[in-house]
């Protein structure tokens, strides 16, 4: 669903300065799900977690399903940034 990535990558392409060493404090880890979560439509419960990855130097990100996105929705956020 479009929307969680999008939103991931933008804040991370945004705060991140470039050449940030991705195993430090400096490195941003963005949890986000799309405006839709929690709605009764199959595969839109996702939650995506995404950082600067120490494997490539890049943007890596990660999906899950479960119970983590509609509880962050029904939390009252969209994004939690760590």
């Known amino acids: ?9 933008y804040i991370l392409f945004k ?6 060493d991705p195993l430090r404090s400096e490195n941003k880890l ?8 929690g709605k009764p439509i199959p595969g839109v419960s996702r939650i995506v977690v995404a950082a600067k990855s120490p494997l ?3 943007y890596g990100e990660s999906e899950a399903n479960g119970l983590s996105a509609p509880g962050l929705k029904y939390s009252g956020f969209d994004v939690v940034v760590v």
């Open 15 to 20: 705060e991140l300065k470039p050449g940030i």
């Open 56 to 58: 490539t130097g890049t």
């Open 1 to 9: 669903m479009p929307g969680r990535e999008g939103i991931a990558s």
């Open 30 to 37: 963005v949890c986000a799900i799309s405006v839709i979560t």
